[in-house]
C-alpha cells in the first residue's frame, strides 16, 4: 500500500495563492495517474484535477485556468498551484491515484478562503 501525505493548506483571502504538496511513500509518479481531489464541508469529495504519467493533465471546470498539477518525479513529488481562490475553494485536499482502487486515504490539507 502507498501511504499519501499532502500538505501546504492553510488560510488565505478570495484572490489569494496557495501551493499544495503530495508525498506518496514511494515512487508512483512514472507509473500511475495520480489525481488532487477535495471535499468541501457538506459534500462529497470529488476529483478536481489528475497527471498522467506522460504530463497529461485534467481539470475540472470548476478549477480550470486557476489551478495548475504538476509533478516532481525525481522528487516523488506532486503539487497543486491555486490561483485566484474563493470562498467555494473551501475544502480539505486529498491527493490520490486517479483510480476506482484507491489506496488508503491520507489526512488531507484544510485550504479555508475567507476575508
Known amino acids: 500500500q502507498v501511504q499519501l501525505v499532502e500538505s501546504g493548506g492553510g488560510l488565505v483571502q478570495p484572490g489569494g495563492s496557495l501551493k499544495l504538496s503530495c508525498q506518496p511513500s514511494?515512487?508512483?509518479?512514472?507509473?500511475?495517474?495520480m489525481g488532487w481531489y477535495r471535499r468541501a464541508p457538506g459534500k462529497q469529495r470529488q476529483a478536481i484535477s489528475y497527471?498522467?504519467?506522460?504530463?497529461?493533465?485534467w481539470y475540472d471546470d470548476s478549477v480550470k485556468d486557476r489551478f495548475t498539477i504538476s509533478s516532481n518525479i525525481a522528487g516523488n513529488t506532486m503539487y497543486l498551484q491555486m490561483n485566484n481562490l474563493n470562498p467555494e475553494d473551501t475544502a480539505v485536499y486529498y491527493c490520490?491515484?486517479?483510480?476506482?482502487?484507491?489506496?488508503?486515504w491520507g489526512q488531507g490539507t484544510q485550504v479555508t478562503v475567507s476575508s
Open positions: 497527471i498522467k504519467s506522460n504530463g497529461g493533465t
Open positions: 514511494r515512487m508512483v509518479f512514472e507509473s500511475y495517474t
Open positions: 490520490n491515484v486517479f483510480s476506482h482502487n484507491y489506496w488508503p
